[in-house]
């Protein structure tokens, strides 16, 4: 943070990733929908991909939303509902064709990771934490407190992709990894690396 902003140039990019930011957040939560499309014509690809990136980008969008409520920002809380809202979706179509496909084969999911009880339980007893953190805590504390647990969030949805790294290596196939997620994913972090240490301030907006 030792950059001036006062230079022209630097000013100027923070103002382009303060625009871009929410467009890169959404998106990312839309960039997934080409593969939650190809399960309705092929639903055999739920017992090959991950259920992470869905789950973790629903709850992930959650956490950023109520800290978007928290500090009054828009362009945090308009793109994250809409996450929210699509992951919540994903989840959906991908555990209705999984559970078509589990029954028929007989086959688990090997790259879930974890199972689906995992996921979703898991999920709704995060987001109710969440939840009592924003209406119970004061406004600062609460800032802290969803803002952590965001950030790993966060971490983990980018993560999610390596849920099938082992399944790769093995297959020595990598139709599995989401390469329309990967390649938002980066623009998405470079802008709000840039936006949130320079334009908002907040270390949490990097992670």
Known sequence: MNRNTSDTPWTVIIALCA???PVFSSALSVSSLSTVLRLSSSPHLTLNIPLLPY??????????????????ELSIIIP???????????TVV????YAQQREKTMRENPVLPGTVGDHIYGGELCAAFLTMCYFILSKEMALTVIGFIAVAINIVLFASPLAAAREIVAKKD???????FV?????????????????LESVRLCV
């Open 19 to 21: 625009k871009f930011a």
């Open 55 to 72: 789950t973790s980008q629903a709850l992930n969008c959650f956490a950023w939303a109520l800290y978007g409520l928290l500090k009054n």
């Open 80 to 90: 994250n509902i809409g996450g929210c809202v699509l992951g919540i979706l994903y």
């Open 94 to 97: 991908f555990l209705r064709h």
């Open 174 to 180: 990598a139709s599995s990894i989401q390469i329309p």
């Open 183 to 199: 390649t938002v994913m980066v623009g998405n972090t470079f802008c709000w690396t840039v936006y949130g240490i320079y334009g």
